[in-house]
Protein backbone atom coordinates (compact mmCIF):
# COMPACT_ATOMS: atom_id res chain seq x y z
CA UNK A 1 0.00 0.00 0.00
CA UNK A 2 1.58 3.48 -1.19
CA UNK A 3 1.38 6.42 1.44
CA UNK A 4 -1.23 8.03 -1.08
CA UNK A 5 -3.37 4.55 -0.20
CA UNK A 6 -2.79 4.69 3.57
CA UNK A 7 -3.88 7.75 4.16
CA UNK A 8 -7.44 7.58 2.48
CA UNK A 9 -7.53 4.23 3.97
CA UNK A 10 -6.96 5.46 7.70
CA UNK A 11 -9.00 8.45 7.26
CA UNK A 12 -12.35 6.83 5.49
CA UNK A 13 -11.89 4.20 8.58
CA UNK A 14 -11.36 6.99 11.17
CA UNK A 15 -13.71 9.72 10.15
CA UNK A 16 -17.24 8.23 12.05
CA UNK A 17 -14.74 9.70 15.34
CA UNK A 18 -15.87 13.06 14.12
CA UNK A 19 -19.71 12.09 14.84
CA UNK A 20 -21.27 13.20 18.21
CA UNK A 21 -24.48 12.52 19.28
CA UNK A 22 -26.80 15.32 21.04
CA UNK A 23 -25.92 15.96 24.31
CA UNK A 24 -27.71 18.50 26.90
CA UNK A 25 -27.94 22.01 25.25
CA UNK A 26 -26.80 20.70 21.96
CA UNK A 27 -29.63 18.84 20.85
CA UNK A 28 -28.41 17.97 18.04
CA UNK A 29 -25.92 15.73 16.25
CA UNK A 30 -22.57 17.26 15.72
CA UNK A 31 -19.42 17.22 14.41
CA UNK A 32 -15.93 17.44 16.18
CA UNK A 33 -12.34 17.70 15.51
CA UNK A 34 -11.70 14.19 16.96
CA UNK A 35 -9.50 13.10 19.60
CA UNK A 36 -8.24 15.59 21.81
CA UNK A 37 -11.66 17.39 21.50
CA UNK A 38 -14.09 15.06 22.12
CA UNK A 39 -17.17 17.02 23.51
CA UNK A 40 -16.69 20.37 21.97
CA UNK A 41 -18.36 22.04 18.66
CA UNK A 42 -15.56 24.25 16.89
CA UNK A 43 -16.70 26.51 14.28
CA UNK A 44 -14.19 26.18 11.90
CA UNK A 45 -13.09 22.70 12.64
CA UNK A 46 -16.31 21.63 12.00
CA UNK A 47 -16.45 23.27 8.79
CA UNK A 48 -13.57 21.58 7.48
CA UNK A 49 -14.60 18.17 8.74
CA UNK A 50 -18.26 18.71 6.92
CA UNK A 51 -16.33 19.89 4.00
CA UNK A 52 -14.63 16.85 3.55
CA UNK A 53 -17.73 14.50 4.45
CA UNK A 54 -19.64 16.44 1.89
CA UNK A 55 -16.87 15.44 -0.77
CA UNK A 56 -16.50 12.25 0.44
CA UNK A 57 -20.48 11.30 -0.27
CA UNK A 58 -20.02 13.08 -3.92
CA UNK A 59 -16.69 11.11 -4.86
CA UNK A 60 -16.90 7.36 -3.15
CA UNK A 61 -19.41 4.95 -4.10
CA UNK A 62 -22.29 4.42 -1.14
CA UNK A 63 -20.79 1.09 -0.25
CA UNK A 64 -17.30 2.13 0.74
CA UNK A 65 -18.75 4.80 2.84
CA UNK A 66 -21.06 2.09 4.64
CA UNK A 67 -18.61 -0.07 5.05
CA UNK A 68 -16.59 2.82 7.64
CA UNK A 69 -19.80 3.97 9.01
CA UNK A 70 -20.21 6.51 6.94
CA UNK A 71 -23.90 5.92 5.90
CA UNK A 72 -25.40 9.50 3.65
CA UNK A 73 -28.04 9.59 6.39
CA UNK A 74 -25.78 9.88 9.36
CA UNK A 75 -23.08 12.52 7.69
CA UNK A 76 -26.15 14.73 6.85
CA UNK A 77 -27.78 14.33 10.19
CA UNK A 78 -24.02 15.77 11.65
CA UNK A 79 -23.67 18.43 9.09
CA UNK A 80 -27.47 19.68 9.62
CA UNK A 81 -27.10 19.21 13.28
CA UNK A 82 -23.66 21.08 13.41
CA UNK A 83 -25.18 24.25 11.91
CA UNK A 84 -28.59 24.12 13.69
CA UNK A 85 -26.98 23.95 17.41
CA UNK A 86 -24.53 26.65 16.39
CA UNK A 87 -27.77 28.24 15.30
CA UNK A 88 -30.02 27.84 18.15
CA UNK A 89 -26.96 28.96 20.33
CA UNK A 90 -27.34 32.66 19.00
CA UNK A 91 -28.71 35.29 21.32
CA UNK A 92 -31.09 38.46 20.41
CA UNK A 93 -28.29 40.22 18.80
CA UNK A 94 -26.60 38.31 16.76
CA UNK A 95 -23.92 36.53 18.55
CA UNK A 96 -23.24 33.32 18.44
CA UNK A 97 -20.20 31.78 20.25
CA UNK A 98 -17.19 30.43 19.00
CA UNK A 99 -17.24 27.22 20.65
CA UNK A 100 -19.87 25.39 22.01
CA UNK A 101 -19.79 22.77 25.04
CA UNK A 102 -22.68 21.54 27.45
CA UNK A 103 -20.27 20.65 29.95
CA UNK A 104 -16.71 21.49 31.36
CA UNK A 105 -14.80 24.71 30.33
CA UNK A 106 -16.64 26.77 27.65
CA UNK A 107 -20.20 25.88 28.63
CA UNK A 108 -22.10 29.01 27.96
CA UNK A 109 -18.73 30.58 28.99
CA UNK A 110 -18.23 32.95 25.71
CA UNK A 111 -22.61 33.69 25.46
CA UNK A 112 -22.52 34.69 29.43
CA UNK A 113 -19.27 37.36 28.59
CA UNK A 114 -20.98 38.56 25.68
CA UNK A 115 -24.65 39.07 27.60
CA UNK A 116 -22.37 40.81 30.19
CA UNK A 117 -21.72 43.61 27.24
CA UNK A 118 -18.15 42.63 26.71
CA UNK A 119 -16.86 42.55 23.38
CA UNK A 120 -16.32 38.94 22.30
CA UNK A 121 -15.10 37.46 19.02
CA UNK A 122 -17.99 35.26 17.89
CA UNK A 123 -18.21 32.15 15.09
CA UNK A 124 -15.47 32.18 12.98
CA UNK A 125 -16.43 33.27 9.26
CA UNK A 126 -17.37 29.72 7.90
CA UNK A 127 -21.29 29.25 9.12
CA UNK A 128 -22.30 30.51 6.24
CA UNK A 129 -20.13 28.56 3.78
CA UNK A 130 -21.18 24.83 5.13
CA UNK A 131 -25.17 25.89 5.19
CA UNK A 132 -24.75 26.48 1.40
CA UNK A 133 -22.58 23.51 1.00
CA UNK A 134 -24.72 21.13 2.71
CA UNK A 135 -27.92 22.64 0.75
CA UNK A 136 -26.03 23.10 -2.71
CA UNK A 137 -25.39 18.88 -1.82
CA UNK A 138 -29.28 18.48 -0.67
CA UNK A 139 -30.96 20.94 -3.48
CA UNK A 140 -32.61 21.76 -0.50
CA UNK A 141 -32.33 25.36 1.37
CA UNK A 142 -35.09 25.50 4.16
CA UNK A 143 -33.44 23.09 6.67
CA UNK A 144 -32.10 26.15 8.81
CA UNK A 145 -33.22 29.17 10.27
CA UNK A 146 -32.27 31.66 7.40
CA UNK A 147 -33.23 34.79 9.67
CA UNK A 148 -30.44 33.72 12.76
CA UNK A 149 -27.93 33.24 9.93
CA UNK A 150 -28.46 36.31 8.43
CA UNK A 151 -28.30 38.29 11.97
CA UNK A 152 -25.07 36.36 12.54
CA UNK A 153 -23.44 37.90 9.80
CA UNK A 154 -25.19 41.78 10.60
CA UNK A 155 -23.34 41.07 13.66
CA UNK A 156 -20.32 40.97 12.06
CA UNK A 157 -21.26 44.12 9.90
CA UNK A 158 -22.34 46.40 13.25
CA UNK A 159 -19.76 45.54 15.46
CA UNK A 160 -16.45 44.37 13.49
CA UNK A 161 -16.58 46.50 10.48
CA UNK A 162 -13.86 49.84 10.48
CA UNK A 163 -15.43 52.03 7.73
CA UNK A 164 -12.91 53.84 6.97
CA UNK A 165 -10.92 50.73 5.51
CA UNK A 166 -14.40 49.03 4.54
CA UNK A 167 -12.35 45.89 6.58
CA UNK A 168 -13.19 43.81 9.30
CA UNK A 169 -11.15 43.27 12.87
CA UNK A 170 -10.90 40.63 15.82
CA UNK A 171 -12.24 42.19 19.09
CA UNK A 172 -9.30 40.34 20.58
CA UNK A 173 -6.85 37.89 20.09
CA UNK A 174 -9.20 35.19 21.41
CA UNK A 175 -10.28 31.96 19.62
CA UNK A 176 -9.65 33.87 16.24
CA UNK A 177 -8.71 30.56 14.25
CA UNK A 178 -5.11 30.70 14.36
CA UNK A 179 -4.29 30.99 17.44
CA UNK A 180 -1.05 32.69 17.53
CA UNK A 181 -1.44 34.69 14.17
CA UNK A 182 1.44 37.07 14.82
CA UNK A 183 -0.81 39.91 13.22
CA UNK A 184 -3.47 39.41 15.95
CA UNK A 185 -1.91 37.70 18.83
CA UNK A 186 -0.57 39.87 21.52
CA UNK A 187 -2.28 42.72 19.73
CA UNK A 188 -4.95 45.55 21.47
CA UNK A 189 -8.56 44.78 20.96
CA UNK A 190 -10.24 46.20 18.36
CA UNK A 191 -6.85 46.88 16.46
CA UNK A 192 -6.26 43.66 14.00
CA UNK A 193 -7.64 43.59 10.48
CA UNK A 194 -6.69 40.64 9.76
CA UNK A 195 -6.11 39.10 5.98
CA UNK A 196 -7.73 35.19 7.22
CA UNK A 197 -10.78 37.38 8.76
CA UNK A 198 -11.68 38.87 5.91
CA UNK A 199 -10.58 36.67 3.49
CA UNK A 200 -13.02 34.62 4.80
CA UNK A 201 -16.00 36.74 5.65
CA UNK A 202 -16.17 37.58 1.91
CA UNK A 203 -16.71 33.80 1.24
CA UNK A 204 -18.91 34.03 3.75
CA UNK A 205 -21.04 37.51 2.51
CA UNK A 206 -21.47 35.30 -1.38
CA UNK A 207 -22.58 31.94 0.35
CA UNK A 208 -25.02 34.01 2.24
CA UNK A 209 -25.80 35.55 -1.26
CA UNK A 210 -26.81 32.62 -2.98
CA UNK A 211 -28.42 30.81 -0.19
CA UNK A 212 -30.82 33.90 -0.26
CA UNK A 213 -31.30 34.62 -4.20
CA UNK A 214 -31.63 30.22 -4.17
CA UNK A 215 -34.70 31.29 -1.79
CA UNK A 216 -36.36 34.18 -4.02
CA UNK A 217 -35.00 36.89 -1.35
CA UNK A 218 -34.55 40.03 -2.19
CA UNK A 219 -31.65 40.11 0.39
CA UNK A 220 -29.33 38.86 -2.03
CA UNK A 221 -28.37 41.72 -3.28
CA UNK A 222 -27.45 43.59 -0.43
CA UNK A 223 -25.06 40.81 0.89
CA UNK A 224 -23.28 40.01 -2.63
CA UNK A 225 -22.89 44.02 -2.64
CA UNK A 226 -21.12 43.60 0.91
CA UNK A 227 -19.30 41.14 -0.21
CA UNK A 228 -17.91 43.15 -3.73
CA UNK A 229 -17.26 45.93 -1.40
CA UNK A 230 -14.97 43.49 1.17
CA UNK A 231 -13.28 42.09 -2.37
CA UNK A 232 -12.75 45.90 -3.35
CA UNK A 233 -11.23 46.42 0.53
CA UNK A 234 -8.92 43.45 -0.03
CA UNK A 235 -7.61 44.32 -3.23
CA UNK A 236 -7.18 48.32 -2.44
CA UNK A 237 -5.83 48.36 1.20
CA UNK A 238 -4.73 44.72 1.64
CA UNK A 239 -2.43 44.35 -1.09
CA UNK A 240 1.28 45.93 -0.55
CA UNK A 241 2.64 46.59 -3.91
CA UNK A 242 6.27 47.22 -2.69
CA UNK A 243 6.13 43.79 -1.02
CA UNK A 244 3.69 42.36 -3.85
CA UNK A 245 1.78 40.29 -1.31
CA UNK A 246 -1.19 40.64 0.93
CA UNK A 247 -0.82 41.99 4.54
CA UNK A 248 -3.28 42.09 7.73
CA UNK A 249 -3.60 45.61 8.74
CA UNK A 250 -3.15 47.83 11.45
CA UNK A 251 -6.12 49.89 12.59
CA UNK A 252 -4.37 52.03 14.80
CA UNK A 253 -4.20 55.19 13.05
CA UNK A 254 -5.50 58.59 14.59
CA UNK A 255 -6.89 60.80 12.10
CA UNK A 256 -8.13 63.52 15.21
CA UNK A 257 -5.89 66.82 15.44
CA UNK A 258 -3.85 66.58 19.08
CA UNK A 259 -4.63 69.68 21.17
CA UNK A 260 -2.29 70.67 24.00
CA UNK A 261 -2.71 74.13 25.50
CA UNK A 262 -5.29 75.46 23.63
CA UNK A 263 -3.56 74.76 20.00
CA UNK A 264 -4.56 71.75 17.51
CA UNK A 265 -1.42 70.43 16.54
CA UNK A 266 -2.05 68.22 13.20
CA UNK A 267 -5.40 70.10 11.88
CA UNK A 268 -3.65 71.44 8.94
CA UNK A 269 -2.63 68.04 7.02
CA UNK A 270 -4.39 64.64 9.40
CA UNK A 271 -3.36 61.42 8.22
CA UNK A 272 -5.92 60.25 5.65
CA UNK A 273 -4.92 56.84 5.23
CA UNK A 274 -6.98 54.83 8.21
CA UNK A 275 -4.42 51.94 8.47
CA UNK A 276 -1.07 50.79 8.33
CA UNK A 277 0.23 47.02 7.14
CA UNK A 278 1.75 44.91 9.56
CA UNK A 279 4.27 43.11 7.43
CA UNK A 280 4.55 39.75 8.63
CA UNK A 281 4.39 37.08 5.90
CA UNK A 282 2.33 34.01 7.02
CA UNK A 283 0.13 31.61 5.11
CA UNK A 284 -2.75 34.36 5.50
CA UNK A 285 -1.06 36.67 3.06
CA UNK A 286 -1.75 33.68 0.43
CA UNK A 287 -5.59 33.93 0.83
CA UNK A 288 -6.91 35.63 -1.57
CA UNK A 289 -5.57 33.42 -4.11
CA UNK A 290 -7.79 30.67 -2.42
CA UNK A 291 -10.98 33.27 -2.93
CA UNK A 292 -10.01 33.76 -6.42
CA UNK A 293 -9.50 37.62 -5.60
CA UNK A 294 -6.10 38.18 -6.57
CA UNK A 295 -5.59 39.98 -10.56
CA UNK A 296 -3.83 37.90 -12.86
CA UNK A 297 -0.83 40.34 -13.11
CA UNK A 298 -0.26 40.10 -9.34
CA UNK A 299 0.11 36.30 -9.33
CA UNK A 300 3.55 35.88 -10.15
CA UNK A 301 5.01 37.78 -7.94
CA UNK A 302 2.98 36.87 -5.15
CA UNK A 303 4.08 33.00 -6.05
CA UNK A 304 7.88 34.01 -5.79
CA UNK A 305 7.21 34.28 -2.10
CA UNK A 306 6.78 30.77 -1.93
CA UNK A 307 10.06 29.83 -3.71
CA UNK A 308 13.01 28.62 -1.54
CA UNK A 309 12.81 27.30 2.25
CA UNK A 310 11.30 30.32 4.01
CA UNK A 311 7.89 28.66 3.08
CA UNK A 312 8.52 25.67 1.68
CA UNK A 313 10.00 23.22 3.85
CA UNK A 314 10.42 18.89 3.58
CA UNK A 315 7.52 18.30 5.24
CA UNK A 316 4.96 20.72 3.90
CA UNK A 317 4.34 24.66 4.08
CA UNK A 318 5.59 26.44 6.95
CA UNK A 319 2.02 28.78 8.64
CA UNK A 320 5.12 31.79 9.50
CA UNK A 321 7.83 32.52 7.07
CA UNK A 322 10.97 30.97 8.65
CA UNK A 323 12.70 34.67 8.37
CA UNK A 324 10.22 36.54 10.96
CA UNK A 325 11.08 36.51 14.04
CA UNK A 326 8.31 35.33 15.94
CA UNK A 327 9.40 31.78 13.89
CA UNK A 328 9.31 29.15 16.43
CA UNK A 329 8.59 24.81 16.22
CA UNK A 330 7.54 25.15 20.18
CA UNK A 331 5.47 22.15 20.86
CA UNK A 332 2.77 24.40 22.98
CA UNK A 333 1.23 22.25 25.63
CA UNK A 334 -2.55 24.02 25.34
CA UNK A 335 -3.92 27.03 24.34
CA UNK A 336 -2.73 28.60 22.07
CA UNK A 337 -1.91 26.32 19.82
CA UNK A 338 1.05 27.17 17.56
CA UNK A 339 0.84 28.36 14.19
CA UNK A 340 4.04 30.39 14.09
CA UNK A 341 5.76 27.74 11.54
CA UNK A 342 4.95 24.34 12.39
CA UNK A 343 3.16 22.67 9.30
CA UNK A 344 -0.77 22.10 9.13
CA UNK A 345 -2.68 20.17 6.69
CA UNK A 346 -5.32 23.25 6.61
CA UNK A 347 -2.35 26.01 5.60
CA UNK A 348 -1.17 23.80 2.83
CA UNK A 349 -4.16 22.88 1.60
CA UNK A 350 -5.49 26.55 1.39
CA UNK A 351 -2.10 27.57 -0.39
CA UNK A 352 -2.42 24.06 -2.41
CA UNK A 353 -5.61 25.30 -4.14
CA UNK A 354 -5.08 28.76 -4.30
CA UNK A 355 -2.13 27.43 -6.39
CA UNK A 356 -4.29 25.58 -8.73
CA UNK A 357 -7.03 28.37 -8.69
CA UNK A 358 -4.21 30.15 -11.04
CA UNK A 359 -3.04 27.15 -12.50
CA UNK A 360 0.61 27.22 -10.84
CA UNK A 361 0.29 23.81 -10.84
CA UNK A 362 3.99 22.88 -10.53
CA UNK A 363 4.48 24.22 -7.28
CA UNK A 364 1.09 22.98 -6.51
CA UNK A 365 1.78 19.59 -6.96
CA UNK A 366 5.11 20.38 -4.94
CA UNK A 367 2.95 20.93 -1.81
CA UNK A 368 0.77 17.72 -2.59
CA UNK A 369 4.24 15.19 -2.48
CA UNK A 370 5.25 17.20 1.09
CA UNK A 371 1.49 16.47 2.67
CA UNK A 372 1.68 12.71 1.24
CA UNK A 373 5.21 12.37 2.88
CA UNK A 374 4.02 13.72 6.19
CA UNK A 375 0.69 12.19 6.63
CA UNK A 376 1.14 8.98 4.67
CA UNK A 377 4.98 8.38 6.81
CA UNK A 378 3.73 9.69 9.69
CA UNK A 379 1.12 6.50 9.34
CA UNK A 380 3.30 4.46 8.69
CA UNK A 381 5.71 5.29 11.33
CA UNK A 382 3.26 5.74 14.37
CA UNK A 383 -0.32 4.83 13.00
CA UNK A 384 -1.88 8.24 13.86
CA UNK A 385 -2.29 11.32 12.39
CA UNK A 386 -1.66 14.73 14.52
CA UNK A 387 -2.81 18.13 15.04
CA UNK A 388 0.70 20.00 13.66
CA UNK A 389 4.03 18.94 12.61
CA UNK A 390 7.73 20.15 12.53
CA UNK A 391 8.16 20.99 9.19
CA UNK A 392 11.59 20.17 8.44
CA UNK A 393 11.45 16.66 10.21
CA UNK A 394 8.34 15.65 10.18
CA UNK A 395 7.76 14.66 13.62
CA UNK A 396 4.28 15.22 15.44
CA UNK A 397 3.13 18.02 17.78
CA UNK A 398 0.04 17.24 20.11
CA UNK A 399 -3.26 14.97 20.04
CA UNK A 400 -2.48 11.76 18.12
CA UNK A 401 -6.16 10.92 16.44
CA UNK A 402 -6.52 14.14 15.35
CA UNK A 403 -8.42 14.23 12.16
CA UNK A 404 -10.35 17.67 11.43
CA UNK A 405 -8.25 19.57 8.95
CA UNK A 406 -6.22 16.71 8.35
CA UNK A 407 -8.63 14.90 6.63
CA UNK A 408 -8.64 17.57 3.52
CA UNK A 409 -5.61 15.32 2.28
CA UNK A 410 -8.37 13.26 0.68
CA UNK A 411 -9.60 15.90 -1.47
CA UNK A 412 -5.87 16.74 -2.21
CA UNK A 413 -5.08 13.07 -3.27
CA UNK A 414 -8.51 13.09 -5.25
CA UNK A 415 -7.51 16.47 -6.94
CA UNK A 416 -4.49 14.62 -8.75
Not at 202 to 231: F, M, N, P, V, W
Not at 323 to 328: D, G, K, L
Not at 338 to 349: E, R
Not at 353 to 364: I, M, Q, S
Amino acid sequence: MDKRDTIEDYLLRHLKETFHDPVGSLSNPFLVPGAGYPDELWGWDAYWVGHVLLFALSFYEPSVLEGCGLSRKEVIAHIQGTVNNFLNAEDRQGYIPPVLSDKGLFAGFFAKLSAAGLRMNQHSPFLAQLTEECSLFLDDYRWFDLNRLVAYLDKYEQTQLHKPTGLYYWHNDLLIGVDNNPTVFGRPDDSSADIFLNCFLYRELESLSRILGKLGDERAKTYKQRASSLSDAINRVMYDEREGLYFSQDLLVDPSPKEIGGIAFHSAFAPSWGCLPIKIRFFGCFLPLYCRLVPVDRVKRMVSHLEGDDFLARYGLRTLAKTERMYSLFDSPGNPSNWLGPSWTVATYLVYNGLRNYREDDLADRLLEKTIDLLGGGLENGGALYESYDPDDGHPFRHPGFLSFNALALEMIADE
